[in-house]
Nanobody
Framework: QLQLVESGGDLVQPGGSLELSCTGSGFSLVEYAIGWFRQAPGKGREGLSCIVVNGTITTYSAAIKGRFTIARDNAKNTVYLQMNSLKPDDSAVYYC???????????????????????WGQGTQVTVSS
């Protein structure tokens, strides 16, 4: 069964840091661009960051640029989202998703792009609170 598995969500104080992981189970991520998304209660899904297959191109939303960093280790079949300077507004369920783009030098986060992602994880909860 092909699936993505997120981990690393936790309760953290404002200003703290967390690293989320997204691992492919049953398939290799080496031909997939990976995106990170989040959804807070009562809000729509928000695109945060994405990374192309070789890791050389990344995209960030304005809400998290400069605080979050996406990276991938294809040897470990894992993509990471390092989150620093966390705020209460960052509290949400965080999801990773994969879209097959083996030769592309781009990836996207908007609603149209979200429809293209083929695999989604079950999500991991991040809560930022004192």
């Amino acid at each position: 069964q092909l699936q993505l598995v997120e981990s690393g969500g936790d309760l953290v104080q404002p200003g703290g840091s967390l690293e989320l992981s997204c691992t492919g189970s049953g398939f290799s991520l080496v031909e997939y661009a990976i995106g990170w998304f989040r959804q807070a209660p009562g809000k729509g899904r928000e695109g945060l960051s994405c990374i192309v297959v070789n890791g050389t191109i990344t995209t960030y939303s304005a809400a998290i640029k400069g605080r979050f960093t996406i990276a991938r280790d294809n040897a470990k079949n894992t993509v990471y989202l390092q989150m620093n300077s966390l705020k209460p507004d960052d509290s949400a369920v965080y999801y990773c998703a994969a879209v097959a783009l083996p030769k592309a030098s781009y990836c996207g986060l908007d609603h149209g792009w979200q429809m293209r992602y083929q695999y989604w994880g079950q999500g991991t909860q991040v809560t930022v609170s004192s």
